[in-house]
């Protein structure tokens, strides 16, 4: 049986129509799904040339090297904010000099950044002596920054004092957590 016309025609506008209706349906993946031998489909002799790429994803493609902002990378030793100081000292200790290296160059190479450094103490002392002790902490950590050829404008130095505990309670562990200097970035 040799198939009709109208039989030919409804048979291409169903096709083109099935097409149609996957291409329009079809979901932008964010991942490529894996394709193995034994799930590859087999290709025709003619393939049809490949449709133009979606341009939202090769702008996503092209906008992901390089665009994470080094202060939000936990990988990048700008992620360290803080300088912690041993009790009733403002003196910073060496293992804290890569952190503030790390953004004493970040800061000299991006002269709009603004910082502000926050000095706090634990709960031990009057609340006036830890407001002095935290400022002086903050003295610190910007004089040592401003070594580094950071502008002075660059750099505000603030105490909290004991107002900002980052842990409570009345032990050493939690002590060490609050004595500190916070850069905080504006």
């Known amino acids: 049986m040799k198939p009709t016309a109208p039989t030919l025609s409804i048979a291409a506008a169903a096709l083109a129509a099935l097409l149609l209706a996957g291409c329009a349906s079809t979901p932008l993946q964010d991942a490529p799904v894996p394709v193995t031998e034994k799930s590859a489909p087999a290709t025709p002799a003619t393939t049809p040339p490949a449709p133009a790429a979606d341009p939202r994803a090769v702008a996503r493609v092209e906008a992901a090297p390089g665009t994470v902002d080094p202060l939000n990378d936990p990988a990048s030793p700008l992620s360290r904010r803080s300088v912690f100081f041993d009790f009733d000292q403002f003196v910073v200790k060496p293992e804290f000099t890569p952190v503030i290296e790390a953004h004493g160059r970040f800061l000299a190479a991006n002269k709009n950044r603004r910082i502000v450094v926050e000095g706090n103490t634990d709960d031990r002392g009057s609340r006036e ?3 002095a ?3 002086k902490r903050a003295e610190a950590v910007k004089q040592r920054l401003t070594l580094l050829g950071v502008a002075d404008s660059q750099v505000e130095a ?3 004092g004991e107002e900002r ?3 409570s309670g009345a032990t050493e562990e ?3 957590q609050n004595r500190r200097a916070d850069i905080v970035y504006r």
């Open 129 to 131: 002596y830890n407001l």
């Open 133 to 135: 002790l935290g400022q």
């Open 158 to 160: 603030v105490s909290f």
């Open 165 to 167: 505990p980052r842990a």
């Open 174 to 176: 939690a002590w060490s």
